[in-house]
Every structure is written in C-alpha cells, then in structure tokens.
C-alpha cells in the first residue's frame, strides 16, 4: 500500500534562508506526487505535481521539488523564504491505480524576522 | 471563477446532535471528495465520489457518518450522534477527471470547523 512520510512537523527557518521540506514515499510502481500549501485558516492549494519527464519541477512561490526515484523522496525546496511563506505544506501521493490520495501527516513552515 | 465553497464555516454542536456539511464544488468538476482535518493527523480520506459511479467510502469511520451527491454537483457530508472526537477540520475539495488516475490537482474548500461540545 501506498504512504507519504514526512519526517519533519515543524521547521523554523529565518527569512531569506534556504528551506527544505522533506517528503518520502513508499511504491514499487510509477508514481505521481503532489506538494500543496495550506495558509491559516485555508484550504490546502497546489504547489506543484510531478506526474512524468523533468525530475526538478518548479511550482508557484519560488518553490521547486525533485523527484529521486531510487531514494523514493520529494523533496521541496526554495532558495530564500519570505515571512508569507510562513504555513503547512502536505505531500501526496495517490493509492494504486485510484482516484484516492494519501497525505502526509504536513510540515509546518515557520519563518522567522 | 468560483472556487470550491463549504458552509457552515464554523459549527458547534452538543454531543449526540446530528450535523449536516454542505460542499459546492468548482462547476464542471466530476470529482468530489471529503477530508478531516485533526491537529497533528494531516488529512484524513473519508470519501470519494466520482460521476454517476458508486462513491468510494472506505474512509468513513464509522456508520455514523454518511455522505451523498446530488445531482452530481453540491454534496452533503452528515454525522449522526456526534461524539467529542468528531471535532475536526472537514474539508471538501473536486477535481476534474482527466482519465488518469491519481493525476488530478485537486481544490480545496475552506473547511468546515466542528466542535462537538
């Protein structure tokens, strides 16, 4: 069965300092994975999606992921964070061959003045 | 255009009342699902509907909760006898099907926040 790890709840970072939010999957078969972003009091909105070609996918925001799949992770980077960036970020996956998706437990982005 | 709308925004209930969630989904989107939101616990799958095909309910957690979609568009997620750990984030969101699954973006209501005193 398919699962989204992300290891890290909560990371602080100062702004305009690089950040890396870490995401792991587990599948032995082609996957999609999609990273989103849910501000207070929001709903989550995508940031990005790698479905095929390009492992390095640019989403908005500045952001960007990497697809690795012998180490089977996602992770989301950006160079120089902003206060706004300040919020939750999911990955996702989808169950085999469903229309079902399986989020992670979320990373919680604080960026520090 | 319009997004995925949910309401109440915000619902507080007595334990043992029954609630009912209203979710409009973005028009044209065949697919609808419903999420809970608990602090710490990411999002929870609770149910999938897509077109005129069966619902996928494996998600709900108890046959206290059901859900259903009228005439493909607005959905309606109702819980019977709420309990304290119902309290949660309820999310919405629809996508639309592009034949490939596990491949849509999907978008996302506001939520519905439930206290169940």
């Known amino acids: 069965a398919q699962s989204v790890t992300q290891l890290d709840s909560q990371v602080p970072v100062f702004e305009e300092a690089p950040v890396e939010l870490r995401c792991n999957y587990s599948s032995s078969v082609s996957v999609y994975l999609f990273w989103y972003v849910q501000y207070p009091n929001q709903g989550l909105q995508l940031l990005l999606k790698?479905?095929?070609?390009?492992?390095l996918v640019k989403g908005i925001n500045g952001f960007e992921a990497e697809f690795n799949k012998s180490q089977t992770s996602f992770h989301l980077r950006k160079p120089s964070v902003h206060i706004s960036d300040t919020a939750e970020y999911f990955c996702a996956v989808p169950a085999s061959g469903t229309y079902k998706y399986i989020f992670g437990t979320g990373t919680r982005l604080k960026v520090l003045a | 255009g319009a997004g995925v709308s949910q309401s109440p925004s915000n619902k507080v209930t007595e334990k043992g009342k029954d609630v009912e969630l209203r979710c409009d989904p973005i028009?044209?989107?065949?697919?609808l699902y419903w999420y809970r939101q608990s602090l710490g616990q990411g999002l929870e799958f609770l149910i999938y509907f897509q077109g005129n095909s069966a619902p996928d309910k494996s998600g709900l957690p108890s046959d206290r909760f059901s859900a259903e979609r009228t005439g493909g568009s607005v959905s309606t997620l109702t819980i019977q006898r709420t309990q304290q750990e119902d309290s949660a984030v309820y999310l919405c969101?629809?996508?639309?099907?592009?034949?490939?699954?596990?491949?849509?973006?999907?978008?996302f209501g506001p939520g519905t926040r439930l206290t169940v005193t």
């Open positions: 969101a629809s996508s639309l099907d592009r034949g490939l699954a596990g491949s849509d973006e999907q978008y």
């Open positions: 790698y479905l095929s070609g390009s492992t």
């Open positions: 028009s044209g989107h065949t697919a």
